[in-house]
C-alpha cells in the first residue's frame, strides 16, 4: 500500500513568487491534514479536510495560503505570495475515516521543503 | 488540548532499554495520549496511544501513571535506527489536530 506522497520534495522561490504544494493521501482515507514547522519551530497543525470539505482551518496563518481538495483525493496547499517567513517544512498527513473505537492514527509524508528567497 | 512536559534530550546505548518520560499534569479525562516519533529527514511516525491502561505494540510499550498525570513510552531494545525526536501528544477523543511541542530528541550511541 502506497503511503502519503508529497510534491515536490523540496521547492527554491524568490520572494513574491507563487509556490503549490501537493499532497496525495493513502487511499480510501477521507481525513487530510497539513502541518508546517518554520525555522527553529515546533511543527504547527494548518488545517483538516474530511473529503473534500474544510473541517478546521485554525492554523492557516493568514490568507495567502490557500488549501484545496477538489473531489476529495490530492490536496494542493497554494502560497501566493510567498514571504521568506514561509520557509520551512510543510508535511501533510491522512486518515482513516472515523468510526467508533479506531485509533485514527494519522500517517504522514516526507515533508516538501520551502525555501523563500 | 492540555500540555506535555518532555526532557529535550536523552541518550542510550544501542540494544538497552529506553524510557522516555512525559509530563501531563493537566490532562483530562477525554484526552488520549499519543507517542509520535521524527526520524531525520522523514515526517512523523505513530510509535503508540492509550488513554488509562498500559499499552504494548511492536514498536514500544506506553506505561500510565494511575493518576494519568504522566506517562512512559519504554522501547525494549534501542536500535540505531530508534534515533528520532519523539512527541508526546494529548488528543481529545473528539478532536484531529496534533499539536506536537518541542519533543525528546533521543540519540543511540553504539
Known amino acids: 500500500e502506497a503511503g502519503v506522497t508529497q510534491f515536490p520534495s523540496h521547492s527554491v522561490i524568490e520572494k513574491g513568487q507563487t509556490v503549490t504544494l501537493r499532497c496525495d493521501p493513502i487511499?480510501?482515507?477521507?481525513?487530510l491534514y497539513w502541518y508546517r514547522r518554520v525555522m527553529g519551530k515546533e511543527i504547527k497543525f494548518l488545517l483538516h479536510?474530511?473529503?473534500?470539505?474544510?473541517?478546521?482551518e485554525s492554523g492557516m496563518p493568514n490568507n495567502r495560503f490557500l488549501a484545496e481538495r477538489t473531489g476529495g483525493t490530492y490536496s494542493t496547499l497554494k502560497v501566493q505570495p510567498a514571504e521568506l517567513e514561509d520557509s520551512g517544512v510543510y508535511f501533510c498527513?491522512?486518515?482513516?475515516?472515523?468510526?467508533?473505537?479506531?485509533?485514527?492514527?494519522?500517517?504522514f509524508g516526507a515533508g516538501t521543503r520551502l525555501s523563500v528567497l | 488540548d492540555a500540555k506535555t512536559t518532555q526532557p529535550n534530550s536523552m541518550e542510550s546505548n544501542e540494544e538497552e532499554p529506553v524510557h522516555l518520560p512525559c509530563n501531563h499534569s493537566?490532562?483530562?479525562?477525554?484526552?488520549?495520549i499519543h507517542w509520535y516519533r521524527q526520524l531525520p529527514s522523514q515526517g512523523p511516525e505513530y510509535v503508540i496511544h492509550?488513554?488509562?491502561s498500559n499499552v504494548n505494540n511492536r514498536m514500544a510499550s506506553l506505561a500510565i501513571a494511575e493518576d494519568r498525570k504522566s506517562s512512559t513510552l519504554i522501547l525494549h531494545r534501542a536500535t540505531l535506527r530508534d534515533a528520532a525526536v519523539y512527541y508526546c501528544?494529548?488528543?481529545?477523543?473528539?478532536?484531529?489536530?496534533?499539536?506536537f511541542g518541542k519533543g525528546t530528541s533521543l540519540l543511540v550511541t553504539p
Open positions: 493537566t490532562i483530562s479525562g477525554t484526552d488520549y
Open positions: 498527513a491522512s486518515s482513516q475515516p472515523v468510526v467508533a473505537g479506531t485509533k485514527n492514527i494519522q500517517y
Open positions: 492509550g488513554l488509562t
Open positions: 479536510f474530511v473529503k473534500e470539505s474544510k473541517q478546521d
Open positions: 501528544i494529548l488528543r481529545d477523543v473528539a478532536g484531529y489536530a496534533l499539536n
Open positions: 487511499s480510501g482515507h477521507d481525513n
